[in-house]
């Protein structure tokens, strides 16, 4: 089991960035597919973003359209996910999750969660 620990959320405004990180610890975080997802209040928890486990392969949400970008320090057990010209529909609590297996999108196929970090976009 991995535990993992979002930071970096708050307000901001439309236009601004943001980086959120997400610490993990437990067994080998550098064997792990990373993914960021994201649940909006009363919606289901969508596909950001997600990392292989050496960082040399990404895949994105369609929705991401060149504005998010994922990378991690397996040195640091730290995946990252920077976010910039931000729109006031990414608010969300934004999700870490470990993954045995690549490019995976759906939720059920991640196994460790973290407990989310809050995201809000003003316009």
């Known amino acids: 089991q991995v535990q993992l620990v979002e930071s970096g959320g708050g307000l901001v405004q439309a236009g601004d960035s943001l980086r959120l990180s997400c610490a993990a610890a437990?067994?080998?975080?550098?064997?792990?597919?990373m993914g960021w997802f994201r649940q909006a209040p009363g919606s289901r928890r969508d596909f950001v973003a997600v990392?292989?486990?050496?960082?040399?392969?990404?895949y994105y949400g369609a929705f991401v359209k060149g504005r998010f970008t994922i990378s991690r320090d397996n040195a640091r057990n730290t995946v990252y996910l920077d976010m910039s010209d931000l729109k006031p529909e990414d608010t969300a609590v934004y999700y870490c999750?470990?993954?045995?297996?690549?490019?995976?999108?759906?939720?059920?196929?991640?196994?460790?969660w973290g407990q989310g970090t809050q995201v809000t976009v003003s316009s």
């Open positions: 999750a470990t993954s045995k297996w690549w490019y995976r999108t759906a939720p059920d196929a991640y196994d460790d």
């Open positions: 437990g067994r080998s975080f550098s064997s792990l597919t």
């Open positions: 990392i292989s486990s050496g960082g040399g392969s990404t």
